[in-house]
């Protein structure tokens, strides 16, 4: 099986970086995406990482590193607005996808 | 506008009465998909689709069909609905290169 480890919940101030770290076990590796999912909401994609290396789409950075089976979603001057779940997925080949049970990030002013 | 359109949003029903949760892409994506989300679960990946008239199951696909006739719809059957398939469902359209990616609103099923 496959299998996506998440911290649970990060509680940080407006401005604040937040760093929400992924490992995983999975039977291939293909890539891994970010995500993040309001209360009641869809999940947005944030990014997908195929190769090693840091990729930054504004505020939000995400890094991977196969060889240490691991990625994190880098988050800068945190906005209210960014309080939601975050999660990682794992595509392991032929569009399957394996989630991370998610990580709750609540700014406070 | 990109959109993965699906319906309906909510739904009561019965166990045993057959439903149909449809979804939509206009963005011309092969990878379609359909997720369960429950608490404390995360995601699970339901069937997904690489094209046309191709499917395959995910990791929870007892209870649920699929069809791919079309390449903008992915329908999610349920035969006959039980309690254990009350969640939320979410259809989700994939790119080729996985850089783009694209979930419907959700259809929130109670089955009773």
């Known amino acids: 099986g496959q299998s996506l480890e998440q911290p649970s919940e990060v509680t940080a101030v407006e401005g604040a970086i937040v760093q929400i770290n992924c490992t995983y076990q999975t039977s291939g590796f293909y890539g891994l995406s970010w995500y993040q999912q309001h209360d009641g909401g869809a999940p947005t994609f944030l990014s997908y990482?195929?190769?090693?290396g840091l990729e930054e789409t504004g505020r939000f950075s995400s890094f991977l590193s196969r060889s240490d089976s691991y990625g994190y979603l880098l988050l800068q001057e945190l906005q209210m607005k960014d309080s939601a779940s975050y999660f990682c997925?794992?595509?392991?080949?032929?569009?399957?996808?394996?989630f991370g049970k998610g990580n709750q990030v609540v700014v406070i002013p | 506008e990109a959109q993965v359109t699906q319906n309906p949003r909510y739904l009561i029903t019965v166990t045993g009465k057959k439903l149909t949760v449809t979804c939509s892409q206009n963005m011309n994506h092969e990878y379609m998909s359909w997720y369960r989300q429950d608490p404390g679960l995360g995601l699970r990946q339901i069937y997904y689709?690489?094209?046309?008239?191709?499917?395959d199951k995910g990791d929870v696909p007892e209870g649920y069909k699929v069809s791919r006739k079309e390449k903008r719809n992915f329908p999610l059957i349920l035969e006959s609905p039980s309690p254990n398939q009350t969640s939320l469902y979410f259809c989700a359209s994939v790119g080729l290169s996985f850089d783009e990616q694209f979930f419907g609103p959700g259809t929130r099923l109670t089955v009773l």
């Open positions: 689709s690489m094209n046309v008239e191709v499917t």
């Open positions: 997925a794992v595509n392991y080949g032929n569009n399957r996808l394996a």
């Open positions: 990482n195929a190769l090693d």
